[in-house]
């Protein structure tokens, strides 16, 4: 039995994570491991108690430790704006920029006849309903500037037409890119120019 059993198998669950491959894992694991009192096991702790206690917004789809968000639940974002992003990341990237005040819908993904990925697989369902109950003036469609991120734009503004005003992100944001990837200052020009669609 190896005696590095079990560091071999956390170098190989670290180097199945975004942007790490074997080699930054093995470097990352290492430095960890050196550093066990001052990181490694407040990582462990926190990590265990993520696993335990995040989960998915019911309302809009975000991150975290409760069943509804703090963005959903604070009155100050109660503005009548509803941002609608792919993903987390894509939430967390607005959020990083400072340059939007309302609320979000997460919708999971976008639609992809290739991947066989209909409205139903998304929360397009929960955005109509929300659209049609919540108090919201504005749709803001703030989805990746790809081919699915354009079909999955089309497909809600259709859905939407006449019953909210609907924009989408403007300037700033290249055919292709992701708002992951995107620094501030771009998705806050992006924002302020944004049109009607």
Known sequence: ?????????LIELMAKLPGLGPRSARRAVLHLIRKRSLQLIPLADTMRVVAETARECLNCGNVGTTDVCDICTSEKRANGEL?????????WAMERSGVFKGRYHVLGGTLSALDAVGPEELRIPRLIDRVATEEITEVILALNATID????????ADRLEGSVRLTSLAQGVPIGGELDYLDDGTISAAMRARKSI
């Open 1 to 9: 039995m190896s005696s590095t059993r079990d560091i071999d198998a």
């Open 149 to 156: 991120g354009q079909t999955t734009s089309h497909y809600i």
């Open 83 to 91: 941002c609608v992003v792919e993903d987390v990341a894509d939430l």
